[in-house]
């Protein structure tokens, strides 16, 4: 049984700088604010252009009021598009400030949200030039479509925005492999790009004012360039300068294996705890990138990941062979010591969660006491030979939460206690609220994971968290 009482700091090898630097972790948060500035200063503007045009006015008359609302939504609608191409554009600022898995929760609901408003905008729009007679509305769309420069197009950009949504509704997306899922969310680029011509051609506010027009321009022309850029000329151009190959496979148990590359890795700049996109040149496979996390901290000789099958993509890496070329995308992440601001640091890991957090463990200075890690897991322990070497040298406090689940909705082992869990973390680390907290893990685990810090005083601005499933 997991004792749950906590154990006196270890002895270890001492902190080798006392002050930390914190400089990184106030430049994101300055980029976060400045990020969530920026997206509602752009709704403030659009929303200016509209009142300048007489949008309020408009208001006042039925037919008037609704194409005037139907506007209004328009434009919030495409500010928000954009914003979110731009969230998923891994543009390095954003994925630093916010990591990986935030920006695609944001995405998520920014996503949603516009299309609801795109939705709202056509409604409003077709019951607007039908003169507000409802029972019009399907024949004034046709003549909308049909007659106006622009409106097949949008039409053909809408089916695709609600085919991505549709797919994204949670239910769907759960009977879809990753893969189709994925390949059919590009079409969001596509849903996006076809709507624009609609509103450069008619859109009213659009015009308005060489601002105006200065502004969609250039924002649609950051979005696309970001999207080219990041997601498409830089992860091509940064493998090719890498030249990474795999140089060995090794069986960890547990269904895992490590995988070891090497390359030109003076040229990769990426932090013990982040993680990459992988395309493995093995034949079919090479068209999907999985994101695995490094699983030891990079020592500009080698990398090393650790992974375990649980599905095609993943069982295939046990047989790659040395040699193999490989393709990246990222780093990404933010499981790093660059969000660390306190001394004191709890890792909170489950199965192959593990992996990103063995790898910080190793990085991170530390004296002895100063790294808790608690390592859930239901079997073996992956890689826990090596947290406990990492424990007998670094000094870091491991302990390890073994067994199946013990009640739907804890997050801790049946090993443990009879007490509910978020006790159960304030025994085994009295001082969790004062310590940075990495979290690392799948989904619905994690949840609880939060829930528990939570309660036990952790403040959400010191606790990071990635899970394995987006
Ligand atoms: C940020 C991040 C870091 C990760 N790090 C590791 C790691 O270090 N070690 C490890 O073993 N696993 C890691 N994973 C999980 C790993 O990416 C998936 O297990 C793997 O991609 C599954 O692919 P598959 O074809 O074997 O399985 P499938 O049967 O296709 O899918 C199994 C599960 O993995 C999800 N998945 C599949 N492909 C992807 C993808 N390209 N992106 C995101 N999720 C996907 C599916 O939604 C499904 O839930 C990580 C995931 C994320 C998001």
Known sequence: MTTLAAPPAPQGVPSTSAALDTRAARVDAAVRTSAVAALWLSLLVVTYWWVAGGGVQDLAGWETGLLSSGRLVGLVGSDLLLAQVLLMARLP????????????????????????????????????????????????????????????????????????????????????????????????????????????????????????????????????????????????WRSWRLDLRVTSVVAEGDAAVSVYLTGRLDRLRVEAGQFLLWRFLTGPGWSRAHPYSLSA???????????????????????????TRVLVEGPFGRLTARARTRRGVLLVGSGVGITPLRALAEGLDQAPGDVVVLHRYAREPLLGAELAVLARERGLRLVGLPGPRRAPGSWLGDGVPPVDDTTALLRLVPDVAERDVFVCGPDGWSDSVLASLCAAGAHPDHVHLETFRW
């Open 297 to 323: 901290a990079p020592d500009g000789r080698s990398l090393r990941l650790t992974v375990k099958a649980l599905g095609d993509g993943s069982a295939a890496v046990a047989s790659l062979r040395p040699g």
């Open 93 to 236: 600022w954003l994925e630093r400030a916010f990591g990986q898995d935030r920006l695609a929760r944001l995405h998520r609901v920014v996503g949603f949200v516009s299309f609801d408003l795109v939705l709202a905008h056509v409604g409003l729009i077709v019951w607007g030039y039908a003169a507000g007679d409802l029972l019009a509305t399907p024949a004034t769309a046709w003549d909308l479509t049909v007659d106006y420069p622009g409106m097949l197009l949008a039409l053909a950009g809408l089916v695709c925005l609600v085919m991505v949504v549709v797919t994204s509704v949670r239910a769907a997306r759960s009977r879809l492999r990753h893969e189709s899922w994925h390949l059919l969310h590009l079409y969001a680029y596509l849903g996006v790009g076809l709507a624009l011509p609609h509103q450069l051609w008619t859109g009213q506010e659009l015009l308005a004012s060489t601002a105006a027009t200065v502004y969609w321009w250039s924002a649609w022309a950051a979005a696309a360039g970001a999207v080219l850029v990041w997601r498409v000329a830089l992860p091509l």
